[in-house]
């Protein structure tokens, strides 16, 4: 008697699924655990939930249910890709400025961070970034030194200095390892710069005596030194110009191996802290 109703209770079931095959019905978690416990196969518990012809009805906790319960995963997997395809792909973002296509292009093509940032400040007109401007940048992976760049240059924008340094304050401490102290007469001296509030400190590798420091709202002009590469420049020094002053070069100790990370690193904490220095090749 018993064997009867397992085989009554599977043929149900089987016969329910194939109904549900042809006739576009619902399924459910409870669906498909009443017919993998009557033993239905995983090839025909596969080919209906695969039939375009009827709906998944389930969530994620559902799917932790029926593995639980020992469903195959080859059906779980096959009622995953179902519900993929029924959630439609969220709607991209388009920006305001229709611009910021073209610079989230540059950016995911692997251009340096430094050369992006150095074309926003030189765009005309300069950016008036939106919010719509700012949700698409930050969908995108914009950096925010970047999106700071775009800001800090919007149209018809004038920050008074002591304005731009409360809304950013320079950190009491900003530590620059890996640099030399280009001379002219020398090979360089090896050291590190140290951004302490609105000034740099150099500190000398190998002798104190050689230390010095400077006011960075004195600087005049700030620029890189790159050398011509492909796809793009390698930038390789860090140049500061005081007003009618000394003229400070810092190259990366790497260099030889191509890395730029430290000088790049100098370049981004000025834009960052100091949006107001003068960046570009001084004036011939």
Not at 34 to 52: F, Q, Y
Not at 163 to 170: D, E, G, I, L
Not at 174 to 203: C, E, H, T, Y
Request: charged share 20%.
């Amino acid at each position: 008697m018993k064997r009867v109703i397992v085989c009554s209770m599977l043929g149900t079931v089987l016969l329910a699924l194939t109904t549900a095959a042809a006739g576009a019905e619902e399924l459910t978690v409870d669906s498909i655990l009443i017919a993998h416990r009557a033993g239905a196969k995983t090839d025909g518990l596969i080919a209906v939930v695969s039939n375009p012809a009827n709906t998944i009805a389930m969530r994620a906790g559902d799917l932790v249910t029926l593995r639980a319960a020992g469903v195959p995963e080859t059906v779980i997997t096959a009622i995953q890709a179902r519900v993929a395809m029924a959630t439609p792909p969220p709607v991209p973002l388009q920006p305001d400025d229709p611009r910021l296509v073209n610079l989230v292009r540059l950016i995911k093509s692997g251009i340096s961070e430094s050369i992006i940032a150095e074309q926003v400040r030189q765009s005309d007109p300069a950016f008036n970034l939106s919010v719509t401007d700012l949700l698409y940048l930050k969908q995108n992976g914009v950096l925010e030194s970047i999106i700071g760049a775009l800001m800090a240059n919007r149209t018809g924008t004038q920050v008074a200095p002591g304005a731009a340094a409360a809304a950013t304050a320079a950190p009491q401490e900003l530590v620059f390892n890996d640099l030399v102290l280009v001379k002219s007469a020398s090979k360089g001296r090896p050291g590190r710069l140290a951004m302490q509030g609105d000034s740099l400190a150099w500190v000398d590798g190998s002798d104190p005596k050689k230390n010095f420091e400077f006011q960075i709202t004195g600087l005049e002009k700030v620029w890189f030194t790159c050398q011509a590469r492909t796809p793009e420049n390698f930038c390789y020094q860090i140049n500061l110009q005081i007003v009618k002053g000394a003229r400070y070069r810092f190259r990366d100790v790497n260099q030889e191996t191509g890395s730029n990370a430290s000088v790049l690193k100098v370049m981004d904490a000025l834009r960052m802290y100091f949006p107001h220095v003068a960046f570009g090749p001084p004036d011939a």
